[in-house]
């Protein structure tokens, strides 16, 4: 019940941190309007983001790393050739799931999981790269490991940030290439190190979109 609490009025407090009154220094305005990106449902693209936004915050990308690793991607790679999807539906984003056995909740994982069969399916052709921040980073982990042989073999690379299963996964996704995932821990962020504790650390990751976007990019071109 302590360690509980103490994620309850943490997160409460990095809520606000990151409200728009405290937004991340030198986020442009394009970037703080995409809080909900849904490029799934229109024209296929020769790549497909699928990103799951952490606990509280808004939209289906939230506001801290969701919608600038997008636009990142889409200028090292085109606009006209990027897709950016967000993880809505049964995944709120809530506080109380983090302290599940797999740091998130069922609904959530299999929304993700949908996504990634449906990128698959409808875009047979795209290649997928993925991405999670603090709780959303258990829900892709979870979502990858779930799918199939098939849909598996299309995620090309996986970045997290804050990566709340950090410590019991090894900084991998299990039976995922481990060279295709890389992990953004800051010094100081006790999320990684397996507790529920979210510091200020745990909000600055909006500045490590350029180098997930590059890693993002250089595993699509090697495929």
Do not use: W
């Amino acid at each position: 019940m302590v360690m509980l609490h103490s994620l309850l009025v943490s997160a409460l407090a990095a809520l606000a941190a990151a409200s728009p009154v405290a937004e991340p220094a030198g986020q442009s305005l394009a970037t703080r309007q995409l809080m909900s990106s849904d490029d799934l449902n229109g024209a296929c693209k020769d790549v497909t983001l699928i990103f799951a936004r952490g606990s509280t915050e808004m939209g289906n990308m939230g506001a801290i790393i969701g919608p600038p690793l997008c636009s990142e991607l889409k200028k090292k790679l085109g606009s006209d050739k990027v897709a950016c999807q967000g993880v809505g539906g049964m995944y709120t984003g809530g506080l109380i799931q983090n302290a599940l056995p797999k740091n998130t909740d069922p609904g959530a994982i299999s929304t993700a999981k949908s996504l990634f069969e449906k990128a698959s399916t409808k875009c047979p052709n795209t290649q997928i790269v993925a991405g999670g921040y603090s709780q959303g980073s258990a829900v892709i982990d979870n979502a990858v490991q779930e799918l199939s042989a098939e849909a598996k073999a299309k995620v090309k690379g996986v970045v997290f940030f804050g990566f709340t299963r950090n410590l019991q996964d090894k900084g991998q996704i299990p039976n995922y290439p481990k060279d295709n995932v890389k992990v953004f821990c800051a010094m100081g962020d006790l999320v990684c190190d397996g507790t529920l504790i979210v510091t200020a650390t745990h909000l600055t990751y909006g500045i490590n979109a350029p180098e997930a976007a590059s890693f993002l990019a250089s595993k699509v071109q090697a495929a």
